[in-house]
């Protein structure tokens, strides 16, 4: 017969018994931390119920339940992993569960009593499942066992276990083993490995939640029985957890309250413990070093410098002339994911007479928007010898001189390259028509001796 296990009773205001469990918050992590708005701010935590347990006892008696035993297949050799053996002898039994604090490797060993009889270290076996109940024990759910199918009947185990995760322990002896009075046994827990709690169930009309306070203060700020905490604000908290009766406590009525304000009156337990969580700002997909706007004589230069970028499909460059009304003016590609540096430049060859206002908007690849900030940029359209008309234009250009020129005009594009080649130019003394049907739309420079225009085909 397995050992009770204790399970504390409060009396509530309301004058009934208010059954509650003493309760911690687990979790893989001694601190948290998550940035504000995203998954990871849906805390990895879970409930560890019941009191921490260093040792299982009990007494194996004819009055115990019968059931078939379980042993470890290990006929492959030690090079093999173990599997499950379901067995046909008849055993009596006694069933313990518990919950590990984190995961890790248990340590599990045999130790004998003195007084009542104990049970040889060789007639009885242990076996761990996961799961709470005799249902569960089946070879899906099985860990490890003591017993062997070769025979050996090992006095200590060690085997893996997840943090959180309820696990029970199956101690078996055979029928025939039974001795008057019956026989007692203890299995120790080796301290090395990870914690492990009772796995207390919650009473009836129980449930778990979690709660954020701020770390300064015990004011309760959110709650959440998911631990998800994703609307949090960047900031300090701590996390408990706290078992409440389902008809008499509404746990969302708790932010705007303390931990000591909600456990007046109410029938809930608060955790033993609490977890820190830092929670920060979520962090942008571009980390931008610099940005800038430069006046040239060609348009405004924009250059800016990135040291990382995350998930990043492109810039859109945008100009404003009152820094309210905005008008997309190109896109520049990005790099992706990347954690190096960066830098970028394009020339806004048309920008307005007076201050141009600039931004640029950083377009994830499921098309969120993050915006850079604004740069401004002075720009007076050079003084020039040179009248072009119509500037824009479509196909022909008349270019006029207020001096005599020698040669012919030349066009170039913004990279300097020349295209002049691409059109036919008629000079008539100071003024010459250029014919550029095959030249692409686009923003040109047209030099004539030392003067020079930009001009816009459309």
């Not at 900031?235 to 969302?252: H, L, Q, R």
């Not at 492109?314 to 003016?329: K, N, P």
Request: hydrophobic share 35%; proline share 6%; net charge negative.
């Amino acid at each position: 017969m397995a050992g009770a296990l204790f399970l504390p009773f409060l009396i509530s205001a309301q004058g009934g018994a208010c059954q509650t469990v003493t309760n911690n918050v687990g979790s893989e992590e001694i601190i948290l931390a998550a940035e504000a708005g995203t998954p990871e701010a849906q805390l990895p935590v879970y409930p560890l119920t019941g009191n921490e347990v260093t040792s299982f006892s009990g007494v194996l008696q004819s009055s115990d339940p019968t059931t078939k035993n379980f042993r470890a297949d290990n006929s492959a050799g030690p090079e093999t992993p173990e599997t499950c053996a379901a067995m046909n002898t008849n055993v009596k039994y006694d069933l313990y569960t518990f919950q590990p604090a984190q995961s890790g490797a248990v340590t599990l060993s045999k130790t004998n009593l003195s007084n009542p009889p104990s049970i040889p270290q060789n007639t009885y076996t242990f076996s761990i499942f996961r799961g709470t109940s005799i249902t569960q024990a089946i070879c899906d759910n099985w860990v490890a066992s003591s017993g062997t199918t070769t025979g050996a009947n090992r006095p200590t185990i060690t085997f893996e276990v997840t943090g959180g995760q309820k696990y029970f322990i199956f101690v078996a002896i055979p029928n025939s083993s039974i001795a008057s009075g019956g026989l007692s046994y203890t299995l120790t827990v080796d301290p090395a490995g990870p914690v492990l709690y009772q796995g207390t169930p919650l009473a009836t009309n129980h449930a778990y939640t979690y709660l954020a306070t701020t770390a300064a203060t015990d004011d309760i700020v959110a709650q959440s029985p998911t631990a998800d905490f994703r609307t949090l604000n960047a900031g300090d908290y701590e996390v408990y957890g706290v078992d409440y009766e389902t008809t008499t406590v509404d746990p969302t009525t708790f932010p705007g309250s303390t931990l000591s304000g909600i456990q007046t009156g109410n029938c809930l337990q608060l955790s033993q413990n609490s977890l820190f969580l830092v929670v920060s700002d979520a962090a942008a997909p571009v980390d931008w070093l610099d940005f800038r706007a430069v006046a040239r004589v060609t348009g405004v230069e924009l250059q800016w410098e990135v040291a990382s970028e995350t998930e990043n499909d492109y810039f859109r460059v945008e100009r404003s002339v009152d820094g309210t009304e905005w008008e997309a003016l190109d896109e520049v590609a990005g790099n992706g994911t990347s954690n190096r540096y960066a830098a970028f430049s394009y020339l806004d060859a048309t920008p307005a007479a007076g201050t141009n206002f600039y931004r640029l908007a950083q377009v994830d690849f499921d098309g969120t928007v993050d915006y850079s900030a604004v740069v401004t940029a002075l720009w007076e359209a050079p003084e020039s010898e040179l009248l072009t008309f119509p500037n824009p234009f479509t196909s022909r250009l008349t270019v006029r001189t207020s001096a005599d020129l020698p040669g012919q005009p030349r066009m170039f594009d913004l990279q300097g390259r020349e295209v002049s080649q691409q059109l036919r130019i008629t000079v008539e003394g100071r003024q010459a028509v250029v014919e550029a049907d095959s030249l692409p739309i686009g923003v040109y420079l047209i030099q004539w001796g030392s003067e020079q225009q930009r001009v816009v085909k459309n």
